[in-house]
């Protein structure tokens, strides 16, 4: 992403007091000692080398500060947008989950229409019909990373099961295990973690 920011460069800053420099060390080489005049020529000169020398420095660690305040800057920045995009991701979620969770009770009535329907009445065209409603409104959650509970034939697990009722059987196989589905649940997936919106209410 692009930033706002501008590295400072210290090449403007003091390439005219580099210049001053070589030109007095110049002149500095080249003199030749004459008395008491060129003496204090050369130690105006000396002074003046010593003076742009310390000015040059001075500019050096302004724009090395100004290079470290820019570093710092930016890495305040980039972290900024980093949570900014985190904050947007899950508010979007959020808003998701909460108008699929009013919605589900809809899905939920077809279903057990659905269950209450007879073998013959499934055949005809309003069963049909509500059978594919009820499949496009799955199809359509799963879009969205949003799945229907397995839970028949299954033990229950407290974090996508809430047991609503618990009936005795002869098959050692069933005992322990969900038999039906009172109410179905949905869950959220997000890579590797799954968000429950509503737990499945089962018959163990």
């Known amino acids: 992403m692009d930033t706002p920011f501008e590295k400072p460069s210290a090449t403007d800053m003091d390439s005219d007091l580099q210049a001053m420099l070589q030109e007095l060390e110049i ?15 050369q130690t ?7 003076k742009l020398q310390s000015q040059l420095a001075e500019k050096e660690e302004i724009a090395k500060k100004a290079q470290l305040d820019y570093i710092n800057l930016k890495a305040d920045f980039d972290f900024l947008v ?10 979007g979620q959020d808003v998701l989950l909460e108008i699929v969770r009013n919605f589900l009770p809809f899905v939920e009535d077809l279903r057990k229409s659905l269950l209450q329907l007879s073998e013959e009445q499934k055949a005809d ?9 009820y499949n ?8 969205f990373q949003i799945f229907p509970i397995e839970s028949e034939g299954l ?3 407290t974090l996508f099961h809430e047991p609503v009722n618990i009936q005795p059987t002869e098959h050692k196989k069933l005992k322990g ?10 869950y959220y ?3 590797e973690e799954k968000i429950v919106i509503l737990p499945s209410k089962v018959v163990v």
């Open 44 to 50: 105006t000169s000396d002074l003046q080398l010593i």
């Open 125 to 133: 065209s309003l069963g049909k019909g509500v059978q594919i409603v």
């Open 155 to 157: 033990a229950p697990d």
């Open 189 to 191: 997936t997000n890579g």
């Open 177 to 186: 295990k969900i038999i039906q589905v009172f109410e179905q649940g949905f």
């Open 82 to 91: 980093r949570q900014t995009k985190i904050k947007e991701q899950s508010l």
């Open 27 to 41: 002149e500095k080489s080249s003199a030749n000692p004459q008395g008491d005049d060129q003496a204090s020529a």
């Open 136 to 143: 496009k409104f799955i199809a359509t959650l799963a879009t």
